[in-house]
């Protein structure tokens, strides 16, 4: 049991630190999106504030879940597989609302179109309809597609790793 437990803690700290990059390279991408959307003077759109909030509520929750693999007890997994089932569900929600942004070619991904609409409406820039921030727009998807699959796996880890600290502690008492 020990060593199953070794490996799960190790592939929740990789899991975990790919969590943290991705969620920090999203919460960028996306910031940069509602900042280029807010200054050509529009409203904001839901599927680039969504997944915003939940990069930066990711961002937070790795580093709370990392100092709990590593040091706190194992009923703070179950939290934190709570937390992963939240964030999961919550990337779920921003794949969903992102859906449209998912094709390979640029002028059929609404954002990257919207965006040069909105770099020609402010006056800022010439773009001749070019599709800069189309590789942007993919690595986004992208990015939100990978973080649902990690977060789904952190939860069922996280969950077996209470379960067997928890069954440990039970096998002790029972002795």
């Known amino acids: 049991m020990g060593l199953v437990s070794a490996i799960s803690k190790f592939g929740i700290w990789i899991i975990r630190f790919l969590q943290f990059a991705f969620a920090a390279i999203?919460?960028?991408?996306?910031?940069?999106?509602?900042?280029?959307?807010?200054?050509?003077?529009?409203?904001?759109?839901?599927?680039?504030d969504v997944p915003l909030g939940f990069s930066v509520a990711a961002l937070f929750f790795t580093v709370f879940s990392i100092i709990t693999v590593c040091c706190l007890k194992g009923g703070l997994q179950v939290l934190t597989a709570i937390a992963d089932l939240a964030l999961f569900a919550g990337y779920l929600a921003s794949a969903i609302l992102?859906?449209?942004?998912?094709?390979f070619r640029c002028y059929q991904n609404p954002l990257a179109v919207f965006l040069v609409y909105t770099r020609d409406?402010?006056?800022?820039?010439v773009s001749n309809g070019e599709f800069?921030?189309?590789?942007?727009?993919?690595?986004?998807?992208?990015?939100?597609?990978?973080?649902?699959?990690?977060?789904?796996f952190s939860m069922i880890?996280?969950?077996?790793?209470?379960?067997?600290?928890?069954?440990g502690k039970r096998s002790k008492a029972a002795v």
Do not use: M, P
């Open 26 to 48: 999203l919460t960028g991408t996306f910031a940069w999106f509602h900042h280029e959307i807010s200054k050509a003077r529009y409203d904001s759109i839901h599927a680039v």
């Open 98 to 103: 992102f859906r449209h942004n998912y094709h």
């Open 121 to 125: 409406s402010s006056g800022r820039y």
């Open 157 to 167: 880890i996280s969950l077996l790793l209470a379960r067997s600290r928890d069954g």
């Open 132 to 152: 800069r921030n189309c590789t942007l727009v993919k690595l986004s998807a992208a990015l939100l597609v990978i973080q649902v699959i990690l977060f789904f």
